[in-house]
């Protein structure tokens, strides 16, 4: 288990963690975990074919700091579904990002969920749990907030996500530049699975350096779960 550090968020990163210098802003007291996390995906994630056999040296960057930028948009409280986590991309940084969050990272494959299974016992992340399903076999109506990145194109995501949201709820899709053109294709279905907003937000973060791209989707009814907007106020 790899315990918290009393790290202020603008302390300098400590020698020899790997981590870049954006880390202990971003992370703060769970600098250690992040710099865990990002060695085991830099290991074992590569090693058992989670992450491709290049992307070691872009783990920081294109995946944890990308990942990191969701929890931009997201309240401090509530039940998150993380479907086809995979390596655990966005759900574990968001968990390190937001650790009143109840994070269940969903992934059907038993080679990915046995390496998410190792990764929160190892980073001792209480407030994450793993279960190995499809997203289209959970409750319905059980998350506040559905989290997606390189899953499906968006019509397809959807009809995975929106059912499990409770009334109110919000699906937050990481997207490349496809983004417009998968929200276009997916207005009817959106309309059909009682969807009441869809928006793209542009998500920036200047200690990370990096953007996002995210579609974030409310189902209607109910009290609007309270994710943030761009400049950090309720949306």
């Given at each position: 288990m790899i315990p918290t550090t009393d790290v202020e968020p603008t302390a300098p990163v400590?020698?020899?963690?790997?981590?870049?210098?954006?880390?202990?802003?971003?992370?703060g007291p769970r600098l250690a975990?992040?710099?865990?996390?990002?060695?085991?995906?830099?290991?074992?994630?590569?090693?058992?074919?989670?992450?491709g056999p290049r992307e070691a040296d872009r783990v920081w960057g294109r995946h944890?700091?990308?990942?990191?930028?969701?929890?931009e948009l997201l309240p401090e409280?509530?039940?998150?579904?993380d479907i086809g986590s995979g390596a655990g991309l966005p759900g574990i940084p968001i968990a390190l990002r937001r650790p009143q969050l109840e994070v269940v990272l969903v992934e059907p494959l038993l080679r990915r969920s046995q390496f998410l299974t190792e990764v929160v016992d190892e980073l001792g992340l209480d407030n994450v749990t793993v279960v190995r399903e499809r997203?289209?076999?959970l409750p319905k109506r059980s998350f506040d907030l559905v989290t997606a990145r390189a899953v499906a194109p968006l019509p397809k995501l959807s009809q995975w996500a929106?059912?499990?949201?409770?009334?109110?709820g919000t699906l937050l899709a990481l997207k490349g530049q496809?983004?417009?053109?998968?929200?276009?294709?997916?207005?009817?279905?959106?309309?059909r699975l009682a969807a009441e907003e869809a928006t793209i937000e542009?998500?920036?973060?200047?200690?990370?350096?990096?953007?996002?791209?995210?579609?974030?989707?409310?189902?209607?009814?109910?009290?609007?779960t309270a994710t943030t907007g761009k400049d950090g106020q309720s949306a």
């Open positions: 400590p020698r020899g963690t790997g981590a870049p210098v954006w880390a202990a802003d971003v992370f975990q992040a710099t865990a996390y990002a060695e085991l995906l830099a290991g074992a994630g590569i090693e058992r074919g989670l992450l944890i700091g990308n990942s990191a930028l969701v929890a409280t509530g039940r998150l579904a997203a289209e076999k929106l059912p499990l949201l409770r009334a109110g496809s983004a417009s053109a998968e929200l276009e294709e997916a207005r009817s279905v959106l309309g542009q998500v920036e973060n200047e200690s990370i350096g990096e953007s996002a791209t995210i579609v974030r989707v409310r189902k209607q009814g109910g009290a609007r």
